[in-house]
């Protein structure tokens, strides 16, 4: 390790670009479903070292020198590999997709690793010799991983905090810290190694504190996991029995081959299926879950189908589906410059919509077009079809249909956003519907799984996750899988959700300022440690 810690110090240029983008890819191997956490202790100490050995350049053009192209290279490696994924849709898509598809996953890991990049010069601005300098790229890192979930419309798939959330017990620490504090504490505790190596006149037990320190915190998030599972006690609801369809319906994908009438069939056919001879079927249920992308087409278009819909449904089951919705002015008629909204449906037995939920977080390129004009004069569109693209909604996630409990309504990749999926304060649980078909045969469904399960913890509130081609599940308000169905399988899903934390979390009532108390302390603290003198640890 002392020759590695040399090695990469006393590296530059393009040599020392490869070693970086190397030990971002290993970083890579900690993200879901993976969670190989020893690949990030191995990885993130040479990014310390890296910036050990970097030149240091004054004012504005420290921001792009050697310090940048560190954090710039390492991001570059991390994203291609964790979000390698995205390239299933361009497989879907086919075409001159196929031909841009290295080029757009490359291309959007370089824009991320634009945060990562800057953290890691801001970071050597206030870099100092000792043992704090861990904290200092921490905390820069981190921050630039809020940046990245939040601006120009945030996206953060992968925070490095998904590493500390490997089983149940280590998924309890986000319900007081939120997945930001997990992305802080999982850099810093990976850092160590750079505080043991290169070897110098300590003693190997005296260099080695830093990792029986971060071995100790780490366990110590099991043990307060393992207490709250252990003394935390869940009641089940007594208002609902709650039936989710998987229906693998892959027709979202072209718009002008769609037969509405046998879609619906097939729903209706799934629905009402029986999964054991004493299995009533929909007599009982009481809130039907049909998933996002189930109608390419608008089904207020389809009045018989609407009237199938109404005679399937029992009196006492509501019908929550994601659907296209289409705006009509005062006139009745379409509003023509409005193409439409990716939406939950809520509709009675009546057939009738009683509630609804727009989409407000869309995402770039899937479900609309930035610089449309531009990309369409080499026939681009948009992935997700549609009339053209589509619109945001309003902001307001908690849908209120009448007869059923207050939940906060959530359409696929909304769910990957840490503290920001709504107030859940009047909330009773959160529904998720999603359609993850355009990445079947890849880790990317499994990974969206996991990122909205963290909402459950974080919140207290139960989750019921609907998808089209998987993973449907129930999530109980600690995070745990009460029930799910496999990938690609078709079938229904009967569960019983458990009532909402009594109180909620501690991360419902304080939100990030842990996270920002940790981050601001670990800056103001460089500011004091880089203006002493230099010593290794």
């Known amino acids: 390790m002392t020759w590695l810690a040399e090695t990469v110090m006393l590296s530059h240029g393009w040599r020392r670009f490869l070693i970086l983008v190397a030990a971002g890819a290993l970083a890579a191997a900690s993200v879901p479903p993976f969670f190989l956490l020893p690949a990030l202790f191995l990885a993130l100490p040479i990014w310390v070292w890296a910036l050990d050995g970097a030149e240091h350049r004054r004012g504005w053009r420290g921001l792009v020198g050697p310090a940048f192209q560190i954090g710039f290279a390492f991001g570059l490696g991390y994203f291609t590999v964790a979000l390698h994924w995205l390239g299933a849709a361009?497989?879907?898509?086919?075409?001159?997709?196929?031909?841009?598809?290295?080029?757009?996953?490359?291309?959007l890991a370089a824009i991320l690793s634009i945060f990562w990049g800057l953290g890691s010069a801001l970071a050597h601005m206030l870099w100092s010799g000792g043992a704090f300098r861990i904290v200092t790229l921490a905390s820069l890192l981190a921050i630039a991983e809020w940046g990245r979930g939040h601006l120009f419309s945030g996206f953060p798939f992968d925070l490095i905090g998904y590493a500390l959330t490997a089983n149940d017990e280590m998924l309890q620490l986000a319900s007081v810290i939120g997945t930001y504090g997990l992305t802080f504490l999982g850099a810093?505790?990976?850092?160590?190694?750079?505080?043991?190596?290169?070897?110098?006149?300590?003693?190997?037990?005296?260099?080695?504190?830093?990792?029986?320190?971060?071995?100790a915190a780490l366990a110590a998030q099991v043990a307060y996991g393992n207490w709250r599972l252990n003394t935390t006690t869940l009641s089940a609801r007594t208002d609902m029995q709650v039936r989710m369809v998987q229906p693998m319906i892959l027709d979202h994908a072209d718009w002008t081959t769609a037969d509405p009438a046998d879609i619906i069939n097939r729903l209706i056919q799934l629905s009402e299926s029986k999964v054991s001879p004493a299995d009533p079927g929909l007599p009982g249920i009481t809130h039907l879950i049909w998933p996002e992308s189930v109608f390419p087409f608008f089904l207020t278009n389809y009045p018989d189908g609407i009237a199938l819909?109404?005679?399937?449904?029992?009196?006492?089951?509501?019908?929550?589906?994601?659907?296209?919705?289409?705006?009509?002015?005062?006139?009745?008629?379409?509003?023509?410059?409005?193409?439409?909204?990716?939406?939950?449906?809520?509709?009675?037995?009546?057939?009738?919509?009683?509630?609804?939920?727009?989409?407000?977080?869309?995402?770039?390129?899937?479900?609309?077009?930035?610089?449309?004009?531009?990309?369409?004069?080499?026939?681009?569109?948009?992935?997700?079809?549609?009339?053209?693209?589509?619109?945001?909604?309003?902001?307001?996630?908690?849908?209120?249909?009448?007869?059923?409990?207050?939940?906060?309504?959530?359409?696929?990749?909304?769910?990957?956003?840490?503290?920001?999926?709504?107030?859940?304060?009047?909330?009773?649980?959160?529904?998720?519907?999603?359609?993850?078909?355009?990445?079947?045969?890849?880790?990317?469904?499994?990974?969206?799984?996991?990122?909205?399960?963290?909402?459950?913890?974080?919140?207290?509130?139960p989750m019921l996750r609907a998808a089209n081609t998987g993973v449907t599940l129930s999530v109980d308000p600690l995070g745990r899988i009460v029930a799910q169905l496999a990938e690609e399988q078709v079938g229904v899903l009967d569960v019983v959700p458990s009532e909402p934390l009594p109180g909620g979390t501690i991360f419902n009532r304080v939100g990030d300022l842990p996270f920002w108390f940790a981050v601001i302390l670990g800056v103001l603290g460089s500011l004091l440690a880089s203006r002493r003198p230099a010593r290794l640890a």
């Not at 850092?191 to 504190?209: C, G, K, N, Y």
């Not at 289409?326 to 193409?339: H, K, Q, R, S, Y």
Request: net charge negative.
């Open 309 to 461: 819909i109404a005679r399937m449904l029992p009196d006492t089951t509501l019908l929550l589906t994601g659907a296209p919705r289409e705006p009509l002015g005062d006139d009745g008629l379409p509003i023509p410059d409005n193409p439409g909204y990716n939406s939950i449906l809520a509709l009675d037995t009546n057939g009738e919509v009683v509630a609804s939920y727009d989409k407000s977080h869309l995402v770039p390129f899937g479900e609309y077009l930035p610089f449309q004009g531009f990309w369409r004069l080499f026939g681009i569109n948009q992935f997700v079809p549609g009339t053209n693209g589509w619109a945001a909604g309003d902001g307001r996630r908690l849908m209120s249909p009448p007869g059923s409990p207050a939940f906060l309504a959530l359409v696929c990749y909304e769910a990957v956003f840490p503290g920001d999926i709504g107030d859940p304060k009047d909330a009773q649980f959160i529904l998720n519907v999603t359609n993850d078909a355009w990445f079947m045969g890849s880790i990317g469904p499994a990974q969206h799984a996991h990122h909205a399960r963290l909402r459950a913890v974080e919140t207290g509130l």
């Open 90 to 107: 361009f497989l879907q898509e086919g075409g001159l997709f196929l031909v841009l598809m290295p080029f757009a996953i490359v291309g």
């Open 188 to 215: 810093l505790l990976a850092m160590t190694p750079a505080l043991v190596w290169p070897a110098d006149q300590r003693s190997l037990v005296r260099r080695l504190v830093p990792i029986f320190l971060a071995v």
